[in-house]
């Protein structure tokens, strides 16, 4: 009987974790290292693997709230190469341009991390309709890449 008890609070756990939706609607909301702190641990076991994306940005998010500024570096390089190498993973994937795209428009120049933001967007743009996501968070993409020069 234990067992079973078990097996099902592990498997309640992990269908939540694995929830993509949450990941992508809490992303969107991180305004403080303690949101960030709290993303990052709730969503560290998620199984999609359209998490990594938002995960390594999230992570990025944490340069924003470093003291030191070797601590601010290894956050926002660490995100930055799990990005890229997602990327680089899934060339078609839409979410993965749309988040390294909202990234490269939030970060200071001086970082050099800006050289995709044109051919991410065309990219989205042409490619969001045949894309598998909700049609809702379609909307939420479109209407922030359109705020992006």
Partial sequence: MIYKVLFFIITLSTFSVSDITGVRQDFHNLQSD???MRYLDKYKSCSAQESIPYLAAARMQRAKYAFYPHKKI??????????DSYIK?????????????????????????????GSDKSFILANISASELPAEYKKTILKNINTID
């Fill in 89 to 117: 993973l899934h060339p078609a994937c839409v979410e993965g341009r749309y988040v390294r795209l909202l990234v490269q428009s939030s970060v200071p120049s001086f970082l050099g991390y800006s050289g995709n933001k």
């Fill in 34 to 36: 303690d949101q960030v």
């Fill in 74 to 83: 290894e956050y926002f390089n660490t995100g930055k190469e799990k990005i």
